[in-house]
Structure formats: C-alpha cells, structure tokens
C-alpha cells in the first residue's frame, strides 16, 4: 500500500523486540515542503509491503521530485534504537538516508537535540558515506557538536544501524553479517549540555542533498526492522 498513514507498520516492525513491544504505536508519514534540502516530501513515497516492511522511495512526477520521511508518533527516551535495511545501494554524492531522534519540524531549536545515523556524503564524492552525529540539548552550544565519519561499502546483504543513547555517553555501531564495521562512543565532559535529555520523535528520512536532482534514479531503501529497547530505570 503506497499511501496514507502507516496505522500498523511499527507493530510489525518490532516484532521480535529485545524490550517492551511498543504496540499500536503509528508510522506518520506527510506531503510538506521544507527541510531538509529543502525538498518535497510525499506521503505516497513511504509504503508498508505484504511483508511489513518499510519502502521510501525518491520519486519523480512530472516535473518535480519528491523524498520520503516516516516519523514515529510518539517520543521515546534513553535506550537502545535498532534498524536494519535489507541492503546497501551506492547512493552516490547527493542522496542522504538518515535514522534518528528529532523534535518535530517547526517546534526544534536548529543544531539542538538530535541523534544521527546518516548515510551521505554531503555532495562531495570524496567524503565517507558513514556519519554519526549528536547536536547538543542546549542551545548556547549549537554550534559544537559531536560527530564521527565512517565508510560503509555498499552491500547486498542486510546492514544493521545501531545507538544506546545514555545521560552521560551515546554509542553507536554498524554492522553486518555479525561483523562491525564502524563504532563510536560520544561521551562529553558536560553531557547534560551536549546529549540530548529529553524524550523525542523517531525518524526516518531519504532525500536529496541541497534538493538537487539526482542524476540517476534513486535506488529504493527497503527497511526491513525496527527495535527499541528502553534503559532501565
């Protein structure tokens, strides 16, 4: 099904999960025009298969071209966030596929509160694909953020996009086939000012960088996992 909200999707998606079941919880996915990019993004470019996997797609119509993005609808906090894509295409220099924690559009501070798992390399072919980035929770330090690059060649086999996100530290990893192929630990001297500390919206979203048009077809994602395994209290 290639349109509407995704009432179900998240269910299935966590199916198997290490934590609590998160249930009925929904996928959301919108037509809007903005960030970033800017693009367009389309809701018929996010679909859930027989399977219950999770499609975005970058689509042409007409003239115009349109990204995807999915959002969970309700917050989450501290724990341990799990995706898997069925595999890795060469997305070349300007599309951007991101997994990651963001207030909604419109209500964020920008360059605060965030947690990044982004395969892009920003328009220059020279640089790693892989990027691990956290944006602080206070805005007096917007400008200093953490970040890590990494190179994840393409693959045909699934790819595994982890982070446990603390109070004081986040670590990520990415894997495959039981191997890690990138790791990195983030964990400021002043972490109640640079990791974010509040509950926030799951995201995922595939797009063009600085909206410009691709020069291939965009390769489908195919997501085909989604686990979240609260921190004990």
Not at 34 to 59: C, K, M, S, T, Y
């Amino acid at each position: 099904m290639r349109r509407g909200w995704l009432a179900v999707l998240c269910a299935v998606l966590l199916a198997g999960c290490a934590g609590p079941q998160l249930g009925e919880m929904n996928w959301l996915s919108q037509r809007r025009h903005g960030g970033p990019g800017p693009n367009q993004f389309d809701r018929g470019n996010v679909w859930q298969d027989e399977q219950g996997r999770l499609h975005l797609a970058i689509v042409k119509r007409g003239a115009e071209w349109s990204c995807a993005e999915a959002v969970l609808s309700e917050s989450l906090g501290f724990g341990r966030y799990e995706f898997e894509i069925e595999k890795l295409p060469d997305l070349g220099p300007d599309l951007v596929l991101g997994f990651f924690n963001y207030p909604s559009y419109g209500t964020a501070v920008d360059g605060t509160n965030e947690i990044d798992v982004e395969l892009a390399r920003w328009g220059n072919p020279a640089h790693p694909n892989g990027n691990f980035t956290v944006w602080p929770a206070d805005p007096a330090f917007s400008k200093q953020r953490g970040h890590h690059g990494f190179e994840v060649p393409p693959s045909d086999g699934p790819v595994q996009f982890r982070f446990d996100w603390q109070p004081t530290a986040i670590d990520f990893e990415v894997a495959q086939g039981g191997t890690v192929l990138a790791r990195w630990r983030y964990a400021p001297d002043n972490p109640r000012a640079m990791i974010p500390q509040r509950p926030l919206p799951v995201m995922i979203n595939y797009w063009l960088f600085e909206g410009r048009k691709p020069k291939v077809k965009p390769p489908e994602i195919v997501v085909t996992a989604f686990r979240f395994t609260p921190r004990a209290r």
